[in-house]
């Protein structure tokens, strides 16, 4: 079985109040043409599909419409489930009737026992969930009420809800897994020399060694592909940059093929329609013709940081209205203080940071070095999930 | 073909802020058996599926439990529009897939003009739109740009959408229409001495006259049946009471036949899970033993209007409290004043009630008459109108 596998779309999202819809939109189209130049069984999308429990009725259409495109025109067959950002009961919607025509959604636990099967493959739905959730499904099982209460992590759930899977298991086929977690890497593993040991990234984060009796596990949830445990285990990331820390990042999707248990995963990338282009120069520089005459000016989006910047030379100035005058579209304006000013200016500063700078500032402060980006992207995901709408 | 009538079924509608959602799913399951009961061959519902354009997730799920019933389980066909109240574009999610399996829903204009087929019936889905829709379908047909200026009302709009269905007819089948306007009886129709002709129910009433050459139209929108027009052109009204005002009214469905242009429309009532029990009494009346065991305490929803209220012989008693002793669940407390206190506490009153409250005590006392239930059903689905998400 040969299958597309793309995740986390969000559709709806913006960048900083800039709308990624038509980024969205030129990346599917994208994604469709790879599904039928190689000629795939199936497209499974890992979750996260709508940026928002509810969402817009212009996000609802568009997804619709991708979904028409795929489904019902090219007929290929979509394995999807919901992420942490998708509201599962709406999405519910209409499940019964997409079933019909090979459109496979799942959205609650109680519905991922039971795979899509295919001639040579069976593929598991498995989409977010909380223990919780499965506190309630194993008690509603016959679980007994002190192995329900041991129930803790999500770690927990998955061994009960992987080991129920398995009794699933047809051995004349392959397996694979469609979910939307953090997983870490095994190798990362970090057992600290106190007596308490700790996994990397915390009780919602999953070891990858659960997911070993499966011949893949399509993951979505964190947004780039770097952060895959394993190549049988893997993230394929969103088709879009999603904000200004990602401008360097090559986005796309893994065409993987599964031949008689031997796996063939390539990824392909997607082109962007407007680039994101990231500069830190001193004012003077950004300024100066011979500089930004090399960019390309009114084609991309900018995302400015002026260097070692100082508010009394430049007091009384428009700087924002400056810079779109000769750049076009400024998505983002930043400040580094020059040196004398930052112990003054630190304290203010941190109401202006994000969670994300905030808690790689501390990094930085403390081990003296910084993190790397699959560091940042399994923070920056355990941030969005505590803030994120179920 | 014979088919079950039904419409605005306003999932998500509470009576003061009591969930009707439990009536709701009573009155539908009488529908369901009703329809097994008498063979239909396919089930309408003439829009306001929804009583919210962004409806509650738990209404969503209701809603779709229902459809699956109806549809996948029993496999009956499905004929369904938006109304005002429904989120035409939210709603269009899925509709292609809903198709596959008769479930045949349309949410615009655009979709009108086809219909769908059966055996011997053409069923024209016509959802709920606007004056300003028209102009704009219709400008994109090609219509010129003064013809579409000509487009105010949805009576100007209605007679080039019918115009344009009547292309489609085949005159070897009989011809549905199902729709959601107020329609107006032909024989109300009123035409006043001054030079300006007025119709009934102003510019966003439809004369019934449009209709002409449907062999049916089922109607939703007003909520009562008592509003239809004539035989052949009715509102099946909602299978729920949604106010205190349609306490002693009998809701119900309609089994339609139409056998060689010969139509046979039966109304067929539906049970209440609640009883909703409307008192106007004085408070000595209401609270003598005598009086209140006559009543089914606690089994009801009680909507009590204390008559010859005297603020000044009840003070600091909580009356509600008292009453829910007695009676158990009241949905509505309301005072009617003394006469003498009348003056003074008109000004303060109009404060509490509600539009059609207020027109109707304005009708009374510049006609002397009391609004008959049709007229108050036009002013209520009027108000609704206005005062409706789109």
Do not use: C
């Not at 009725?57 to 025109?73: C, D, G, K, P, Y």
């Not at 499965?134 to 009960?160: P, V």
């Not at 700790?198 to 596990?217: C, E």
């Not at 808690?359 to 790397?372: A, P, R």
Request: no cysteine; hydrophobic share 35%; aromatic share 10%.
């Amino acid at each position: 079985m040969k299958f597309l596998h793309t995740s986390d779309w969000h559709i709806g999202r913006t960048l900083n109040g800039f709308s990624l819809l038509e980024e969205q939109k030129y990346a599917f189209e994208q994604i469709l043409s790879l599904a039928k130049q190689n000629q795939v069984d199936g497209i499974i999308i890992a979750g996260d599909l709508y940026e928002r429990a509810v969402p817009s009725a212009e996000s609802v259409i568009t997804f619709n419409q991708m979904l028409r495109e795929m489904n019902i025109i090219e007929k290929f067959p979509i394995y999807m489930i919901s992420g942490n950002h998708d509201g599962a009961k709406r999405l519910s919607y209409a499940k019964d009737w997409l079933d019909y025509n090979n459109l496979h959604l799942r959205t609650s636990l109680e519905e991922a026992f039971i795979p899509v099967e295919t001639k040579e493959t069976q593929i598991f739905l498995l989409p977010f969930f909380d223990p919780m959730d499965a506190r309630i499904y194993f008690s509603n099982q016959g679980l007994d009420e002190e192995d329900t209460k041991q129930i803790k992590t999500i770690d927990d759930a998955m061994t009960l809800v992987i080991s129920k899977m398995k009794s699933q298991f047809n051995n004349k086929k392959n397996q694979v897994l469609v979910t939307h977690f953090a997983v870490s890497p095994h190798k990362e593993e970090i057992v600290l020399t106190s007596e308490t040991p700790s996994k990397v990234g915390g009780l919602s984060t999953l070891n990858v060694s659960q997911f070993a009796d499966f011949d893949y596990v399509a993951l979505g949830h964190i947004h780039t592909r770097l952060a895959s445990p394993s190549d049988k285990v893997q993230y394929s990331g969103s088709p879009v940059k999603f904000n200004t820390k990602e401008a360097s990042t090559q986005k796309g999707i893994f065409v993987v093929e599964i031949k008689e248990k031997m796996l063939n995963s390539n990824f392909l990338p997607l082109q962007v329609k407007t680039d994101l282009v990231v500069l830190e120069e001193e004012w003077e520089q950004l300024i100066s013709r011979d500089f930004y005459e090399r960019q390309p000016l009114n084609k991309a989006w900018f995302a400015i940081t002026i260097k070692n910047f100082d508010r009394t030379k430049l007091v009384g100035q428009n700087l924002r209205a400056q810079l779109q005058k000769i750049y076009g579209t400024i998505i983002e304006l930043d400040y580094q203080f020059e040196k004398k000013q930052l112990t003054r200016s630190r304290s203010q500063d941190i109401e202006t940071l994000d969670n994300v700078e905030i808690l790689s500032s501390f990094y930085k402060f403390t081990t003296g070095e910084t993190l790397d980006d699959v560091q940042t992207a399994i923070i920056e995901s355990t941030f969005n999930e505590l803030e994120g709408e179920k």
